[in-house]
């Protein structure tokens, strides 16, 4: 294995892991302060119920048949820009880390030999010019 692949693995379990932490900050601690703001909306019981069936909240909407539940999407969404963000924030912190590293790493190197075809090229051009 390649030391790629096994970094990869390594982020999908890792961002597996993330986005629970990142569902639970976005439910529990974003999604409250947001509904308080826009005076004491819960976005998880936005719906719009497409059997016919009246519904007060979302559970009790899905039981009764199909729901539009566009609350729940919100929700979804901001999650997803917030894990999006913060994934943006760390690769561009690993690449400029990585930028950082190079030139410290890379120490200047002897060129390598010429090949002998060139040299005598290059011995048939000089004798032509002289």
Not at 7 to 18: K, M, S, T
Not at 75 to 102: D, H, P, S
Not at 110 to 117: A, H, K, R, Y
């Amino acid at each position: 294995m390649k030391g790629n692949v096994v970094d990869l693995a390594v982020g999908v379990i890792i961002g597996g892991a993330f986005g629970k932490i990142v569902d639970s900050v976005v439910g529990d601690l974003i999604m409250p302060i947001v509904g308080w703001l826009f005076g004491g909306l819960d976005f998880s019981n936005y719906f719009i119920q497409l059997s016919g069936a009246a519904a007060t909240n979302l559970a009790d909407a899905k039981k009764a048949g199909a729901v539009f539940a566009y609350g729940s999407f919100i929700t979804v969404a901001l999650n997803f820009m917030i894990l999006a963000f913060i994934i943006f924030i760390m690769i561009k912190q690993i690449n400029r880390l990585k930028k950082a590293e190079a030139p410290a790493a890379a120490a200047p190197a002897e060129p390598p030999p010429t090949p002998e075809d060139i040299q005598l090229l290059r011995e048939i051009r000089d004798a032509l010019k002289r």
